[in-house]
């Protein structure tokens, strides 16, 4: 019993070490790396440091069950990386475009409606792990699809199993 608890306690403080690590990073970003495309107009934003913390946080807990590290498990010839989003119909390389995307999901070609095959909050039916996102959830998120190629140099790829 009490080599159960003795592990229970380390894992715990091995996981509050990892997740402040992971904010503190965010926290150390310049405003460069912090800085993306907003819209198709190429207007640009700075986010926060919160953002790009909260953005990461909502991205690993609904995404990365089909998207880790960028890559797409279910379509291994289509990643989160810039030139797979640059090369999609419409181009998904801003903030709003991608918003749009987890609204109303299509096909990387944009023929085919994917709201019943991708996650997306207009069918929280079908996707209950994104019930509760608000639209500023969506915008971080978003914004972190954007950040994460400065962040890890891995992001998007292929995935080999």
């Given amino acids: 019993m009490v080599k159960r608890f003795f592990w229970v306690a380390i894992a715990t403080v ?11 990073s965010a926290l150390e970003l310049d405003s ?11 207007e640009s934003v700075t986010l926060s440091s919160q953002q ?3 953005g990461q946080q909502l991205f690993n807990s609904s995404c990365t069950k ?7 498990k279910t379509n291994n010839n289509v990643s989160l990386g810039l030139s797979d989003m640059a090369g999609a119909e419409p181009p998904r ?9 987890l609204k109303h999901p299509t096909s990387y070609d944009g023929e085919k409606d994917l709201s019943e095959e991708h996650p997306n909050v207009t069918r929280t039916d079908l996707y209950p792990e994104l019930r ?3 639209e500023d959830d969506l ?6 699809m954007l950040i994460a190629p400065k962040l890890d140099e891995r992001w998007g790829g292929t995935i080999y199993f």
């Avoid at 091995?14 to 503190?24: D, P, R, Y």
């Avoid at 460069?32 to 190429?42: A, Q, S």
């Avoid at 915008?139 to 972190?144: E, G, P, Q």
Wanted: net charge negative; charged share 10%; with cysteine.
């Fill in 66 to 72: 089909c998207h880790l590290q960028g890559k797409t």
């Fill in 14 to 24: 091995f996981f509050i070490f990892q997740f402040q690590i992971s904010s503190a």
């Fill in 93 to 101: 390389t801003n903030v709003l475009a991608l918003v749009d995307y």
């Fill in 132 to 134: 509760n996102l608000t």
């Fill in 139 to 144: 915008f971080d998120v978003a914004s972190y």
């Fill in 32 to 42: 460069d790396t912090r800085t993306i495309t907003l819209n198709e107009g190429g």
């Fill in 52 to 54: 790009v913390v909260s």
